[in-house]
T-cell receptor, first 111, second 109 residues
Framework: DAGITQSPRHKVTETGTPVTLRCHQT?????MYWYRQDPGHGLRLIHY???????DKGEVSDGYSVSRSKTEDFLLTLESATSSQTSVYFC??????????FGPGTRLTVT | GIQVEQSPPDLILQEGANSTLRCNFS?????LQWFHQNPWGQLINLFY???GTKQNGRLSATTVATERYSLLYISSSQTTDSGVYFC???????????FGKGTKLTVNP
C-alpha cells in the first residue's frame, strides 16, 4: 500500500547465513507487523511492534528477531537462515492494530 | 485463539456474474478486515468493517458481529477481480489479526 515499502524485494541466500529484511513506512503509524505467507498456511504473524522498541511475538516467531529503533523502520532478522524459512514475507502497518495496510512483500529463498 | 473459516475455498465465475464470499469466526469480533491478493501477490485492503454494511463500487461487505460472520459481495465480476480474498479478525482483545485461508476467485472472460 502507499506509504510502506520493503527491501529487498527478492533475495536468495544460503542455509546458515544471516538475513535482514527491512520495512519502511512514511505514515507515522504506531503499529507494524511481519507476516510470512506459505501455501496451505495463509498469512501467519511472526512479530509485531506497538511502538519504538516495543515488540512482541506472533505465532511463528522461532528463528526470527525484530528491531524497531525508529517509528518508520521495522527490521526482521533471520539469525541463521534455514530452508524452512523460504517464504514470502509481508510487512504491514496500522494507526491502530485493527486496520492494517500491507507492503509489497519480499520473496526469500534459502538454498 | 480465534478461528477464522472462509468459504468457498475456490470459486470460478464467468465475467459479469455475481458472487458472495463468507467468513465465519469462532468467537465474536468487533473488528474485521477484507483483503484482496491480486495475481501479482499484492495485498490490498478492501474493507475495514466491524459491523454493518459498507460499499465501494461493485464490492460491498456486511458484518453481523453477534452471529460471528461477514460476507463479501462482488457484483458484475471482472477478470481483474481474480485473486485470493482474505478476511481477518483480531485475536482476543489484542492488536494481532488472525487470517482465514482465503477464497481463490477466478473470473473467466
Amino acid at each position: 500500500d502507499a506509504g510502506i515499502t520493503q527491501s529487498p524485494r527478492h533475495k536468495v541466500t544460503e542455509t546458515g547465513t544471516p538475513v535482514t529484511l527491512r520495512c519502511h513506512q512514511t505514515e507515522n503509524h504506531r503499529y507494524m507487523y511481519w507476516y510470512r505467507q506459505d501455501p496451505g498456511h495463509g498469512l501467519r504473524l511472526i512479530h509485531y511492534s506497538y511502538g519504538v522498541k516495543d515488540t512482541d511475538k506472533g505465532e511463528v516467531s522461532d528463528g526470527y528477531s525484530v528491531s524497531r529503533s525508529k517509528t518508520e523502520d521495522f527490521l526482521l532478522t533471520l539469525e541463521s537462515a534455514t530452508s524452512s524459512q523460504t517464504s514470502v514475507y509481508f510487512c504491514a502497518m496500522g494507526r491502530t492494530g485493527y486496520e492494517q495496510y500491507f507492503g509489497p512483500g519480499t520473496r526469500l529463498t534459502v538454498t | 485463539g480465534i478461528q477464522v473459516e472462509q468459504s468457498p475455498p475456490d470459486l470460478i465465475l464467468q465475467e459479469g456474474a455475481n458472487s458472495t464470499l463468507r467468513c465465519n469466526f469462532s468467537d465474536s469480533v468487533n473488528n474485521l478486515q477484507w483483503f484482496h491478493q491480486n495475481p501479482w501477490g499484492q495485498l490490498i485492503n478492501l474493507f475495514y468493517i466491524p459491523s454493518g454494511t459498507k460499499q465501494n463500487g461493485r464490492l460491498s461487505a456486511t458484518t453481523v458481529a453477534t452471529e460471528r460472520y461477514s460476507l463479501l459481495y462482488i457484483s458484475s465480476s471482472q477478470t481483474t477481480d481474480s485473486g485470493v480474498y482474505f478476511c481477518a479478525g483480531p485475536q482476543g482483545g489484542s492488536e494481532k489479526l488472525v487470517f482465514g485461508k482465503g477464497t481463490k476467485l477466478t473470473v473467466n472472460p
